[in-house]
Nanobody, 121 residues
Framework: QVQLVESGGGSVQPGESLRLSCAASGSIFSIASMGWYRQAPGKQRDLVAV???????NYADSVKGRFTISRDNTKNTVYLQMNSLKPEDTAVYYC???????????????WGQGTQVTVSS
């Protein structure tokens, strides 16, 4: 059993910052990538940022220069530093991990429960 647990969401004013964390635990042999997605009300879930094991980050155009994804492989944890937040960043943010349970096994897609980020004046 694998769990991804997010923390760090909240309500802030435009221009402020938040840092999200997501820790993976359970039967983990390897993690290919960890990332963040978000879903605003009435919209689909979209990629925010992803960090594969090769270190080649990928960001949505709307967050480039404002958000930074990082990863602590010793703790199976991924972070999302969000600066200069805008009202359009308001959404539920979900952590994603592509996780291998055993050597040579396939990778499975796992999601966290989501954490609300609200940006409003």
């Amino acid at each position: 059993q694998v769990q991804l647990v997010e923390s760090g969401g909240g309500s802030v004013q435009p221009g402020e910052s938040l840092r999200l964390s997501c820790a993976a635990s359970g039967s983990i042999f390897s993690i290919a990538s960890m990332g963040w997605y978000r879903q605003a009300p009435g919209k689909q879930r979209d990629l925010v940022a992803v960090l594969p094991s090769d270190g080649q980050t990928n960001y949505a155009d709307s967050v480039k220069g404002r958000f930074t994804i990082s990863r602590d492989n010793t703790k199976n944890t991924v972070y999302l530093q969000m600066n200069s937040l805008k009202p359009e960043d308001t959404a539920v943010y979900y952590c994603n991990g592509k996780i291998q349970y055993r050597s040579g096994g396939r990778f499975f897609n796992h999601w966290g429960q989501g954490t609300q980020v609200t940006v409003s004046s």
